[in-house]
């Protein structure tokens, strides 16, 4: 531990800290002296001189002497273990939320098969093919233990609590949900999380739920179907149509808009129907919009009341869904 203190205090640089936290100092005669206001205490004159080359400092003014740890110590009131937690912690190499995301995908999914309620929610929304679940890497968030599986691997309360992971409790902020990984590049970006209750809304992480739903493969093909939502997505790919894709909600972000519009491709538009009509209106806008850079659009109408993920739960087949493919108007 002795000689591990050493080496991490002699890797972080007192003056470096200092400047970080809006240090204002001067050079004092020799080249490696510095001096300003004391941080510690309240003065007018400069009287805190800080030792580059030492990594050390002294106030003339308050007494106070000692390397970084003492200083963090003194100006934050911690103890020496917190000191050092806290220094370990600003020192860390930054963590990349897409690792981060990757594990908590990798544990959801895990969860899954441990808890019928979530897989029997899946069956109830017409997802019975287990090819299909691990292909699209849906997992479960029973709530309650993803904080002690992360904190345990070294990623702190702070970064998951930023990430929108878990709440200012330490909860899951995807509890008794579903979740679906969202990739980008073969990267996850984001993740949706829909609940098995009726309680709880579904939901996102905060931030860009990125592009459309698994774009690089369908991004060759000539025809793509759109639906707004995962369980569309879902019981399309189950019953064998792979050239979907899903935009999650019927508002179109720009990156979504430039995927649709990057090459000459016939759009199949398929949103919900509806009462309000308002799949109905978001399906026009959004085809007024393709049309005027250059992409076909078709309008496929399902019956009444419907999404895609219903009229499959309610019985429909593919051989029905190639009809309203085929009968689909402009
Ligand atoms: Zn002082």
């Known amino acids: 531990m002795g000689k591990d203190l050493e080496n991490f205090k002699q890797r972080l640089s007192l003056l470096d800290y200092l400047q970080q936290q809006n240090w ?15 941080p510690l205490h309240q003065e007018i004159r400069p009287s805190f001189y ?23 110590q003194l100006s934050r009131h911690l103890s020496f273990r917190q000191s050092l937690a806290y220094l370990e912690q600003q020192s860390a190499p930054p963590t990349d939320p897409a690792d981060v995301l990757e594990q908590v995908a990798t544990f959801y999914q895990q969860q899954l098969d441990r808890y019928p309620e979530a897989l029997c929610y ?40 930023r990430l929108g992971l878990l709440n200012s409790k330490g909860h899951d902020a995807f509890y008794q949900r579903v979740v679906f990984p969202c990739c980008r590049g073969g990267r996850i970006v984001n993740l949706y999380g829909r609940s098995i209750g009726v309680a709880f809304a579904h939901r996102f992480l905060p931030g860009s739920k990125g592009g459309l739903y698994t774009w690089e493969q369908v991004q060759y093909c000539p025809e793509v179907i759109l639906v707004e939502g995962l369980f569309d997505y879902a019981v399309l790919w189950q019953a064998g149509f792979r050239h979907v894709t899903c935009s ?13 519009c990057d090459r000459p491709r016939t759009i199949y538009l398929t949103f919900d129907v509806d009462a309000n009509g308002s799949g109905q209106q978001a399906s026009q806008q959004l085809a007024h919009r393709l049309q005027a850079q250059g992409i076909a659009t078709r309008h496929v109408l399902l019956p009444d009341g419907q999404d895609p993920n219903s009229f499959f ?13 085929e009968a689909a108007q402009p």
């Open 313 to 325: 739960v309610q019985g429909g087949d593919a051989q029905q869904f190639r009809s309203l493919l």
């Open 50 to 72: 800080v030792n580059a080359r030492k990594n050390l400092f002294y106030c003339h003014g308050c007494g106070q002497g000692g390397d970084l740890l003492r200083f963090v």
């Open 122 to 161: 899946l069956k109830q929304r017409g997802l019975h093919d287990p090819a299909l679940i691990r292909e699209l890497r849906i997992g479960y968030a029973p709530g309650g233990s993803l904080r002690r599986h992360l904190t345990a691997q070294g990623y702190s309360f702070d970064l998951l609590q």
């Open 248 to 260: 999650l909600g019927t508002h179109l972000n720009a990156c979504q808009l430039q995927q649709l």
């Open 24 to 38: 204002v100092a001067r050079p004092a005669g020799h080249g490696h002296e510095f001096v300003g206001l004391c």
